[in-house]
């Protein structure tokens, strides 16, 4: 059952998460997932045993938006389940130049875990589009 405390806490994971891109901060990025974390992507599944093992796979990631003048992260939870300590997320994303053109829009299906009352992020499955 999901409570509004677990909501709230939840859509500030992902608001800092969205910041953490804002700012071009990897070190905040990384911050808020749990090891090791699972990401697929293209079909792909990669495996990062710690925050240095990630950091490198953000920052390349952070080149790619930069190079595609990525200003603003926008995102929007589309579903959420909890189910004691863990929750599962689908949030629709839209990654906007200082034009407020869109550079970037893709979905992403969150799996969440609740470890010492903190919600971080277990494993990420970028939908392909």
Same mark, same amino acid.
């Given at each position: ?24 901060? $990897? ?6 997932? &749990?090891?090791?974390? =699972?990401? /697929?992507?293209?079909? *792909? ?33 589309? $579903? ?6 863990? &929750?599962?997320?689908? =949030?629709? /994303?839209?990654?906007? *130049? ?32």
């Amino acid at each position: 059952m999901t409570t509004e405390t677990d909501t709230s806490a939840i859509q500030d994971l992902f608001a800092a998460y969205a910041s953490g891109f804002d700012d071009f901060d $990897a070190d905040a990025i990384a911050d808020l997932f &749990a090891y090791p974390v =699972v990401i /697929w992507q293209f079909d *792909r599944g990669n495996m990062f045993e710690d925050d240095e093992d990630l950091l490198e796979n953000i920052e390349a990631l952070l080149k790619v938006l930069e190079s595609e003048g990525v200003v603003q992260s926008e995102y929007e939870v589309q $579903a959420l389940s909890v189910s004691g300590p863990t &929750a599962l997320a689908s =949030v629709s /994303w839209s990654q906007q *130049r200082a034009d407020g053109e869109v550079a970037l829009a893709f979905t992403c299906h969150y799996h969440l875990v609740n470890i010492e009352g903190e919600w971080l992020i277990a494993s990420i499955f970028n939908e392909n589009v």
